[in-house]
């Protein structure tokens, strides 16, 4: 079967730069996602590694690495409105989303 | 440019009764997932439609089940509902069977079964 690991929460001040590190079991994936979630709402598309390496989005980047089955998303440039819940994803070959538990990333001022 | 909606947002129902759970997709997206989130844990998958065909299940009974119609929306059915089934259900649209480049969520469905 399929799992992800990734850490509860994570706290940090405004400014500060933050990685949530994602761990996986699979037999196989198209890819890696990053979902940002705020309490209540509708998961917001974020980030996605089809290969290797870094993936660069504004303030937010993106990283895998098959042969570690490992990858991280990094939230530069702390702003209190990314305090929110984070959920690392593999897609398979069907269109399945298969989400983490979640990383609660708390902002503070 | 609607997004993806989703109704009711919020129901109560009791323990052994029906829901029916409805989802448009953005304008010109033929595939729609449901999915379902408990309370601190991430969005689980239960179907994908695509082409108004079943694409996909995950490890849900056959309590839940579901349907797309040929305008694509859909709607997410669960029968004899039991106070597990209280989540948030949610809605992933497409415009292709599998988008490696993100999926649009609606804010759901909360459902509490008392």
């Known amino acids: 079967g399929q799992s992800l690991e990734q850490p509860s929460e994570v706290t940090a001040v405004e400014g500060a730069i933050v990685q949530i590190n994602c761990t996986y079991q699979?037999?196989?994936?198209?890819?890696l996602s990053w979902y940002q979630q705020h309490d209540g709402g509708a998961p917001t598309f974020l980030s996605y590694?089809?290969?290797?390496g870094l993936e660069e989005t504004g303030r937010f980047s993106s990283f895998l690495s098959r042969s570690d089955s490992y990858g991280y998303l990094l939230l530069q440039e702390l702003q209190m409105k990314d305090s929110a819940s984070y959920f690392c994803?593999?897609?398979?070959?069907?269109?399945?989303?298969?989400f983490g538990a979640g990383t609660q990333v708390v902002v503070t001022p | 440019d609607a997004g993806v909606t989703q109704s009711p947002t919020h129901l109560i129902k009791t323990r052994g009764q029906h829901v029916t759970l409805r989802c448009s997709p953005i304008?010109?997206?033929?595939?729609v997932s449901w999915y379902q989130q408990v309370l601190g844990q991430g969005p689980q998958f239960i179907f994908q439609?695509?082409?108004?065909?079943?694409?996909g299940r995950g490890n849900f009974p056959d309590r839940f089940s579901a349907r797309q119609f040929p305008n694509y929306s859909s709607e997410l059915n669960v029968n004899a509902l039991l106070l597990g089934d209280s989540a948030l259900y949610l809605c992933?649209?497409?415009?292709?069977?599998?988008?490696?480049?993100?999926?649009?969520f609606g804010s759901g469905t909360r459902l509490t079964v008392v």
């Open positions: 992933a649209s497409s415009s292709e069977r599998t988008n490696l480049y993100g999926y649009t």
């Open positions: 699979t037999s196989g994936f198209y890819g």
């Open positions: 590694n089809a290969l290797d």
């Open positions: 994803v593999l897609t398979d070959s069907w269109g399945k989303l298969q």
């Open positions: 304008s010109g997206h033929k595939s």
């Open positions: 439609y695509y082409e108004k065909e079943e694409r």
